[in-house]
């Protein structure tokens, strides 16, 4: 199967909900980066965990390396956090980033 | 502290050419990646350096697409020739690597190529 599967491949929210993404690992990896791509591309990193759990904001994310998956949970959400969000794995046998295929969210009013 | 920074931030090329594309990386980080996104496959990697030096060349990308790393401040990945299927955002980025852990990559705004 695909190294990183992420999911949902799309979520629709209206304003002030909140919902999570969560990324399976098909192999340990030392480190998660969740990433938001912009409207001109940009990736903006969110969080970049080694482990546990990291909070900013209205954004908290979790990453168990030996359980193989990662989450972000999205709350009191707002129609400027509408994007793309990729989850990426630190592969143990190297220092690449192996990409999620991304969450398209849709905030609505 | 400037990020990492890419140039130009789009390019168009007619089939055939070649096009080389810039990276500086954040100064004083010894890890740079190269990183190609395209809707079909997503964000795949092109090339990786560690010091300079070329620790993996993303296989499938080896004959028409070449990146260097002269000094640690500038790379440049050179796509020759140009195909059609070549249209897509090229990202550069980089990491302070210190170990066998984990480490924070961070990006560039990357460059949108688009071959016709």
């Known amino acids: 199967g695909m190294p990183v599967e992420q999911n949902p491949p799309a979520l629709s929210l209206y304003e002030g909900a909140e919902s999570g993404l969560r990324c399976n690992f098909s192999t340990t990896m030392k480190g998660v980066q969740w990433f938001q791509q912009n409207h001109r591309g940009r990736l903006i990193t969110l969080f970049y965990?080694?482990?546990g759990t990291k909070e900013n904001g209205r954004l908290k994310s979790t990453f168990n390396s030996k359980e193989r998956y990662s989450t972000l949970h999205i709350k009191d959400a707002q129609l400027e956090d509408s994007g793309t969000y990729f989850c990426a794995g630190e592969s143990s046998g190297s220092w690449q980033l192996i990409f999620g295929s991304g969450t398209q969210l849709t905030v609505m009013p | 502290d400037a990020g990492v920074t890419q140039t130009p931030r789009h390019e168009v090329a007619e089939k055939g050419q070649t096009i080389i594309l810039k990276c500086e990386p954040v100064s004083g980080h010894n890890d740079l990646f190269w990183y190609r996104q395209t809707k079909i496959q997503g964000l795949e990697l092109l090339s990786y350096f560690r010091s300079k030096s070329l620790m993996e060349d993303g296989g499938a990308f080896k004959d028409r697409f070449k990146a260097e790393m002269l000094n640690s401040s500038f790379s440049t990945l050179k796509i020759q020739p140009t195909e059609p299927k070549d249209s897509a955002v090229y990202l550069c980025?980089?990491?302070?690597?210190?170990?066998?852990?984990?480490?924070?990559?961070?990006f560039g705004p990357g460059t949108r190529l688009t071959v016709l």
């Open positions: 980025a980089s990491s302070l690597a210190l170990g066998q852990g984990a480490h924070e990559q961070y």
């Open positions: 965990l080694a482990q």
